[in-house]
């Protein structure tokens, strides 16, 4: 049988340090009359996170306050070219179309065109003509020479000409003839962009007809 053995003098220091402890009991008026000596306290300086919010605010209004007072983007700017050429696809088709087969009973100008001339669509119809000019005419210079002893040689002067003769149709036209209504003192307020835009968009139907010029 395994042997015992107890702390006696442990077990009677415990013992005395317990009897040691004693308890009170804590008034409930002294606990109120010290609770009504807390001191409040207003905090003036807030965090820089609080303030974040009014920042923003600051900000977002700086921010408008300063594109209102740039105005127009520059002459010389990217931006300013983009409002050209801000159309959407089935207007563009629909000016094509419009150029083609023109109705007598309303204005193309007013009805299509306005408010929005653009120059995307001219731009493209203007190279693909060039393209569709030069390609038509080499093919046709090809089939003339064929079976003939003849090295034929693709001429690139012809894309040279053809973008030349076209975008010069395209752009001298229109200002020669709005310099001559703002001669006489036109009242039809057309703008150069409008004259562009129809000239630009009456060369569509061109393109077309060059292929099957110099295909036939």
């Known amino acids: 049988m395994a042997d015992v053995n107890i702390d006696v ?5 415990q013992k ?6 004693q308890f009170q009991d804590i008034p409930h008026d002294s606990f109120v009359n010290d609770k009504s000596k807390v001191q409040t306290h207003t905090f003036t300086d807030f965090p820089p996170t609080a303030e974040s919010d009014e920042e923003d605010v600051y900000d977002k209004t700086q921010l408008i306050n300063d594109e209102s007072k740039t105005g127009s983007p520059s002459f010389w700017t990217f931006e300013y070219y983009q409002q050209f050429f801000d159309v959407e696809t089935k207007q563009v088709l629909r000016r094509i179309a419009g150029s083609m087969v023109p109705s007598p009973w309303s204005n ?10 653009d120059l ?6 203007c190279t693909t003509l060039v393209f569709t000019t030069a390609i038509a ?6 089939l003339s020479v064929e079976g003939k ?3 034929w040689k693709y001429d690139f002067h012809k894309v040279t000409f053809a973008a030349t003769a076209i975008f010069s149709y395209w752009w001298l036209l229109p200002a020669i003839l709005f310099g001559f209504l703002w ?3 036109s009242k039809a307020n057309y703008t150069f962009l409008e ?5 630009g968009y009456s060369l569509s139907i061109y393109i077309p007809i060059s292929v099957s010029t110099y295909t036939y």
């Open 195 to 199: 004259i562009l835009c129809i000239y």
């Open 16 to 21: 005395k340090v317990a009897d040691d402890l």
């Open 120 to 125: 995307y669509g001219p731009f493209w119809i």
């Open 137 to 142: 005419g080499n093919m046709a210079s090809y």
């Open 183 to 185: 001669w006489r003192g």
């Open 9 to 13: 003098e442990n077990f009677e220091g």
């Open 149 to 151: 002893d003849f090295t």
């Open 108 to 117: 193309y100008l007013q009805t299509t065109i306005r408010p929005n001339p």
